[in-house]
């Protein structure tokens, strides 16, 4: 089996934007994951859009460990930005509560409907990039 070397790597990341841990790429990544968690599907009668936080939370306590921890991957991506142990521990706690919370069978379904924890990260991460890096401002509706 042959190794990549460190400088193959760089080639791969530079030429693989998503690969790289630059602001627009951690960006991408986590819009991306906070669509899938948060409003992937809409439900039919209802109009409303909802992820795999959701659907997965219907799933007696697995479906909430898995989403937990879908959620904390926001928040190592949100370390690699450098964000500070304040705003880490205000977005682990939002997952934290969304799972705790979720994982009450009946009660939790209804919560993950109303309460979207990756949402609220998302908000905070783009707080902090439009704060610490300009350039990679996008323009939302």
Do not use: C
């Amino acid at each position: 089996m042959k190794t990549i070397r460190p400088e193959q790597m760089e080639q791969i990341r530079t030429a693989m934007p998503a690969l790289s841990n630059d602001p627009a790429a951690i960006r991408q990544r986590v819009e991306m994951m906070e669509q899938l968690l948060e409003r992937s599907f809409t439900l039919p009668g209802v109009g409303r859009k909802v992820g795999l936080d959701f659907v997965l939370g219907l799933v007696p306590v697995l479906g909430d460990v898995i989403t937990g921890a879908m959620g904390l991957y926001i928040v190592w991506e949100a370390r690699n930005l450098g964000m500070s142990k304040f705003q880490l521990a205000r977005m682990a706690a939002n997952v934290g509560f969304d799972s705790l919370i979720g994982a009450v069978p009946l009660v939790g379904d209804a919560f993950d409907f109303f309460w979207r924890s990756n949402s609220r990260n998302l908000k905070i991460i783009r707080k902090h990039l439009d704060r610490h890096h300009p350039a990679i401002r996008t323009i939302t509706m």
